[in-house]
């Protein structure tokens, strides 16, 4: 039996705030693919305000290429080195230089404690 469900809004969410939206369900009423999400989310290594707060930040340093889909993955996996934080944007079709990625992780580890 399939669901009718309306698309009301479609962003890309830090691991904390799929777990905060997947919170306010009922467990017992998730279909598999919210409890796999949930399972996935539980241990997120970020606080939801302080992702809100690093989110932030790094939208503050007006980098036009560090775009939001890896402004997320910045905050999901935390990268605590230049090789992290390479390995993260290495998917980007434009090349991030040496100042920007020292900005974004001096951002990181400033925030994200």
């Known amino acids: 039996m399939e669901m009718g469900y309306e698309l009301i809004d479609e962003r890309f969410l830090t691991e ?47 980098i036009s290429k560090l775009k939001p889909k890896f402004i997320v993955k910045i905050i999901d996996f935390m990268p605590k080195n230049m090789d992290e934080l390479k390995i993260i944007l290495q998917t980007s079709t434009i090349s991030f230089n040496e100042e920007e990625m020292e900005k974004i992780l001096n951002t990181v580890k400033e925030n994200g404690k």
């Open 16 to 62: 904390a705030e799929a777990k905060e939206l997947l919170k306010k369900l009922n467990k017992k009423e998730m279909i598999e693919e919210q409890k796999k999400a949930f399972e996935h989310v539980e241990n997120a290594k970020i606080s939801l305000s302080k992702a809100k707060i690093l989110e932030q930040k790094l939208t503050e340093l007006n």
